[in-house]
Nanobody, 124 residues
């Protein structure tokens, strides 16, 4: 049974930092690209960042570029999202997902497994 379990969300003041973690089990973690998506209240979900299976390639949405960093620790079957200089508009539920491909994608339809999400709230 595949499980993706996010942690690290919470309440942070504007300008602060959080690091989200996503622990994967039940899949060959080293074969799958991993992504982070966010869904803010009243909005559609969107990609935040994704990382290829090899860690050689990363992608960031425009809003995340220069502010967030995605990384993965294959030995721990874990993918991370370091979020710095956070803003109230970063408030959302953040989901990690395992892709069907090695490289990753901004298209959520190309992800086969999803975590339950972790709430991130940034106060002004």
């Amino acid at each position: 049974q595949v499980q993706l379990v996010e942690s690290g969300g919470g309440l942070v003041q504007a300008g602060g930092s959080l690091r989200l973690s996503c622990a994967a089990s039940g899949l060959t973690f080293s074969n799958d690209a991993m992504g982070w998506f966010s869904q803010a209240p009243g909005k559609e979900g969107e990609v935040v960042a994704h990382v290829s299976w090899s860690c050689r390639n990363t992608y960031y949405a425009d809003a995340a570029t220069g502010q967030f960093t995605i990384s993965r620790a294959t030995a721990k079957n874990t993918v991370y999202l370091q979020m710095n200089s956070m803003k109230p508009e970063d408030t959302a539920v953040y989901y990690c997902a395992a892709s069907t491909s090695y490289s990753g994608s901004a298209n959520p339809d190309e992800y086969r497994y999803w975590g339950q999400g972790t709430q991130v709230t940034v106060s002004s």
